[in-house]
Every structure is written in C-alpha cells, then in structure tokens.
C-alpha cells in the first residue's frame, strides 16, 4: 500500500556519495574551522555545529541519490563516516590555527592530519589551557571542555544522519525504470474535519473526499497534497499528505504544526490523472478568484 525502498545499492552509488559528501565535507570543514574561532556566543556556535554536520550529510545524501543507492543503512553508515572525517579535518585545521596563534610556528592541516596521535597529544595540550568560555569570557578547559568537543562529535555526525535520511526518503524509486520519481504535482486543500477518515477513504482508492474539500488557504489550516510519478513509465506513482494547523498568539505570531497524514502512498495511474486534474482545477480557480482565496485566508 505504502511506498518502501527495496534495499538496493551498488558499490558505485557509494563511492559517489562519499566523494561528494568528502568534497564538499573538507570544503565545508574549512569554513567551519575558520568560523567558529570568531563564534564567541554559545549559541551561534551550537546552530553553527548543527548546520555544518547537516550540510555534510545532505551532501553525501545527494551524492548517493545520484548513485541511486535505496539502503537505509548504507546511507546511515555513509552518512556517518563522512561526517566523522569532516570532523576530524576541521579540528586538525582548527588546532593549526590556534596554534600558529598561540605563538607556534605554521603548521598544515594536511600534514597535521595524516598523524592521529599528533592531533590528539596537541588537544590534550589545547585542553589544559582552554578556548574561549561559554559564560564571562572565562576560559573554558579541562573535563568541561571535553564534553563539548564530545557533543560537537555528536551534534555533527547526528545531524548528518538525519539529514541523509531526509534526502534518502524525499521521493520514491522507480524499480522498473531505474530512476528517482518527479513531483507531479503539489496544491492546498481546505481542511477535513475528520483527517483519519479522510486518510482510510484514500488508502481504499476513494479520492472523492478528498476532491470535494476544495481548495486551502496559505495563510489558515489546509492540507498539502504531492504527487510523485515515474516521468519515464508514467506506471507508478504515490500521493502524501500532510495537516497543517496555523494558531497565533495574543501578539499575532504564527505557530505551524505540519502532520504527515499519509506518506508515499501508492496509487494507479488513473488515480494519478485524477490528481493531477485537481491540482489544474485548484490552480484555475485561484487565479479566477483570487480575492475569494485572500478572504478565505483572512478569515482563518
């Protein structure tokens, strides 16, 4: 009923995802290492950490996407690995620099890189003298400071996962064609006042609720319905949807909740036209009465 992934990989879409996720992970390292030493703000420095394992990770997914690789695991141990030697170049760069200005001679990274037990003997040293603070500018060292290169190691490579898993599951596979699936179509539907019985009707191929919700305002609750299909076959095809709830607060600020109703599932090609001539039907009637459609959004 619902999309899964087969499991299937080879040993070239791996090498493609590590060495773009390893480009791009030394390129994003170089960054990283150079930028957090001016990062003071403990905040800034953690959203720093978590954007570069994120990026890492989306780069090593996309590289195995085009490898075509459909393993939860190999992307988990690709991913993972990747992030780590991404990690440990940017702290072999990061300690030349706090090195060099700390009154030491130049140092290369690479060459600094190619030694494991150098790196570590020069952060047990960097450790007994500390970094900046996380509170007062004091200097941060000794078993506090280990535990935030531990949770840098952990931030990083969590969030590189994650983000590979997101590429990994973002679209379907077509097996028989051998190729990832485009997205055919994506609308807004007003929302359903019963979303479970609204995701069975669907799940038994009835799409006639959910032509009948109309369509959904950007700026109230709606649905989000996407389609993908294979562009070769035009065979397969899966339909997701998703609530979104929009509440404000006494201030007026925003605060969306997106749910994943249904993910990926898959449905005929007729099922798929009808989709499609929905999605065309929503977007004729929005340009048609646009005011109706800003009304409705005012009004939720």
């Not at 890189?113 to 960097?126: E, F, G, N, R, T």
């Not at 931030?155 to 679209?171: E, S």
């Amino acid at each position: 009923m619902y999309y899964k992934h087969s499991g299937r990989f080879n040993l070239g879409g791996l090498a493609l995802g590590s060495m773009v996720g390893g480009v791009s992970g030394l390129a994003l390292a170089y960054a990283y290492a150079h930028g957090i030493i001016l990062i003071t703000e403990v905040h800034f420095a953690a959203f720093a950490t978590l954007a570069f394992g994120g990026l890492v990770g989306l780069a090593a997914g996309w590289g195995m996407i085009w490898g075509k690789v459909r393993n939860t695991r190999a992307t988990i141990v690709i991913t993972a690995v990747t992030s780590a030697l991404a990690l440990y170049a940017t702290w072999a760069m990061w300690i030349a620099i706090v090195y060099q200005r700390s009154g030491g001679k130049h140092l290369s990274w690479a060459r600094l890189a190619q030694h494991p037990a150098i790196v570590w003997s020069l952060m047990k040293w960097i450790n007994q003298y500390g970094t900046w603070g996380l509170s007062s500018g004091d200097s941060t060292k000794g078993w506090e400071l280990w535990l935030i290169w531990t949770a840098e190691a952990a931030v990083v490579i969590a969030a590189a996962i994650g983000a590979g898993f997101a590429v990994l599951q973002h679209r379907p596979f077509c097996e028989t064609c051998s190729r990832w699936c485009h997205r055919g179509a994506r609308f807004l539907l007003a929302p359903s006042p019963d979303v479970q019985q609204l995701k069975l009707q669907l799940e038994s191929n009835d799409l006639r609720p959910m032509e009948a919700l109309g369509p959904g305002p950007k700026g109230g609750d709606h649905l989000i319905a996407s389609l993908y299909s294979c562009t070769q076959c035009n065979q397969f095809h899966t339909l997701s949807l998703t609530n979104v709830t929009i509440r404000r607060n006494k201030i007026g600020q925003a605060h969306i909740n997106s749910k994943t109703i249904m993910r990926q599932l898959v449905v005929g090609p007729g099922q798929a036209e009808t989709v499609r001539q929905l999605s065309e039907t929503l977007a004729q009637a929005a340009k048609l009465n646009p005011e109706k459609a800003n009304a409705a959004a005012a009004g939720n």
